[in-house]
């Protein structure tokens, strides 16, 4: 099992006297920006000097620069841009102002797994990253509580490479939750697998294929939404709290058996073995190459991607799930 580690095994002195330049002030960017502020921690923000979000890190206290000016005056930088953009952002405008013994983090491993950033020998390369969007890594921060964040190693130079990562960690909070140890190879890994097989496109086709049959079968598509659809969060917000087996309590007796019954005629073996084929192309770098080229500027230009998300949304799901949601007043946009 994961070794764990709590604010009690962590030392936030190890960052006192360093500047933490936080790239990014979007979903990840603005929670660690400002709870590591009000930990006590020397925060800098870099941005485009257009961003919309320059005034919003301001009006939360804090000094804002563009990204070289940030990366110059840091002595340990968060890399919190889109994962497709990091790489440019990193050796363009922060790796020139690098210097020996700096730090350089991520909160996801995909650029330096997949080499895209190659960073000098003489700084530390460091994960942060937290288990949950954040939204929720700010807002448990105030209510004195925190997010599981993962940490992983995987440069080095100076010693206190993990010293210094278990100091952030804790300073946006996820020392309270629980800080837990991985590798960049692993994190990077598992997230593109998860997301590919079971998150986004598993759970997302499944909904489609279920709706789709019960529509051509002929029964209403409001039907077919409620059942395939909307319902899925009843489900996984049981699984989220109390496992398969509080799920199972909390349904019917009939659900339960069809549950055992049914499930593994739709996740076969060839299933498996597909699930094992996405995860060879995760690990030998096809996904990775072919996500950097659909989405560089001189590659794809993003033309398949883009397309694909418009017929996406075309679907009848989406028109009829967008009425039904209409109908429900707790769903706010
Ligand atoms: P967002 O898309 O929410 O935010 C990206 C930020 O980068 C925005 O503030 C944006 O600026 C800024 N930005 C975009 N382009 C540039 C540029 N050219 N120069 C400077 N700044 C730029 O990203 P996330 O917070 O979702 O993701 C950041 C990292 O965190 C990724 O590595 C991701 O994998 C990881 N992560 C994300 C999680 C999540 O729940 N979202 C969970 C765990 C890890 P502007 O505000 O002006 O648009
Ligand atoms: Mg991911
Ligand atoms: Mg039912």
Known sequence: MIKKYYDTDCNLGFLDGKTV????????GHAHAQNLHESGVDVVVGLRKDSASWAKAEAAGLKVMEVPEAAKAADVVMMLVPDEIAADIYNEQVAPYMKEGDVLMFAHGFNIHFQFVKPAKNIDVIMVAPKGPGHTVRSQYVEGKGVPSLIAVEQDYTGHAKDIALAYASGIGAGRAGILETSFREETETDLFGEQCVLCGGVTELMKAGFDTLVEAGYEPEMAYFECIHEMKLIVDLINSGGFAMMRYSISNTAEYGDYRTGKRLITEETRKEMKNVLTEIQNGTFAS??????SPAGGRKAKFLATRRVESQH???KVGAELRKMMSWLKK
Not at 21 to 28: E, F, K, R, T, V
Not at 290 to 295: A, D, H, I, T
Request: negative net charge; aromatic residues 18%.
């Open 290 to 295: 072919e996500f950097m080229q659909e989405f």
């Open 21 to 28: 330049a936080i790239m990014g002030y979007g979903s990840q």
């Open 316 to 318: 009848l799901l989406e």
